[in-house]
């Protein structure tokens, strides 16, 4: 079984603390994903990488970075933490590009005081 | 307008009832998701299709390309179905979500 784990279930920050969420699969994915969730939107694509050391912006990646030094490791970096990005993250990782499936981890809820 | 549109946003039924999800979309598509999400947010994929029908237990997919639309059917729902349900399309590289379904199904 692919197992999708991340550092933290719940998270409590201070506006502008720095933010490390990790992200660590088991099954030597290629692709990895960080995702939002907030209610009445969805999941949104934040950042993805295709491999170490590679990565491309999503459709909201403002205020966020990412790291992948190693192939089952994807990390995301809110740099200066707002109230706006208290959320649900969610981690995904997938065999390879194009449409296979992808493996979720159980979720960072992140409230930023 | 969003890209993937599911319907309805909430679903109550009792256990027992026959439940048909919908999901439309707007884009190309290489292949459709349907993905489930119980509380405490933990998401499992269900189905992945590309095209016709797929069948696990309970649990029906089935996609309409020419139409863009995709429906989830359970039959004889029980209590432990609910969940919200997700409908994602692969669109290029990307998922694109819908914002998903929440049933409750009551004993």
């Known amino acids: 079984d692919v197992k999708v784990t991340q550092s933290s279930r719940y998270l409590v920050k201070r506006t502008g603390e720095k933010v490390f969420l990790e992200c660590v699969q088991d099954m030597d994915h290629e692709n990895m994903f960080w995702y939002r969730q907030d209610p009445g939107l969805g999941l949104r694509l934040i950042y993805f990488?295709?491999?170490?050391?590679?990565?491309e912006k999503g459709d909201i990646p403002e205020g966020y970075s990412v790291s992948r030094e190693k192939k089952e490791r994807f990390s995301l970096i809110l740099e200066s933490a707002s109230t706006n990005q208290t959320s649900m993250y969610l981690c995904?990782?997938?065999?390879?590009?194009?449409?296979?499936?992808?493996?979720f981890g159980p979720g960072t809820r992140l409230t930023v005081t | 307008k969003n890209e993937v549109e599911q319907s309805p946003q909430n679903l109550t039924a009792q256990e027992g009832e026959f439940i048909t999800i919908n999901c439309s979309y707007s884009v190309g598509i290489s292949a459709l998701h349907w993905l489930q999400q119980h509380p405490g947010g933990g998401i499992v994929s269900l189905f992945m299709?590309?095209?016709g029908k797929k069948k696990h237990g309970r649990l029906i997919a089935t996609i309409n390309i020419q139409e863009k639309h995709s429906s989830l059917h359970i039959t004889a729902s029980h209590p432990r179905d609910s969940a919200v349900y997700i409908c994602a399309v692969h669109n290029t590289d990307k998922l694109i979500f819908g914002t998903g379904t929440r049933l409750q199904v009551f004993p």
């Open positions: 990488s295709y491999d170490v050391k590679m990565k």
């Open positions: 299709l590309s095209s």
């Open positions: 995904a990782s997938s065999l390879g590009a194009g449409w296979y499936e992808q493996y």
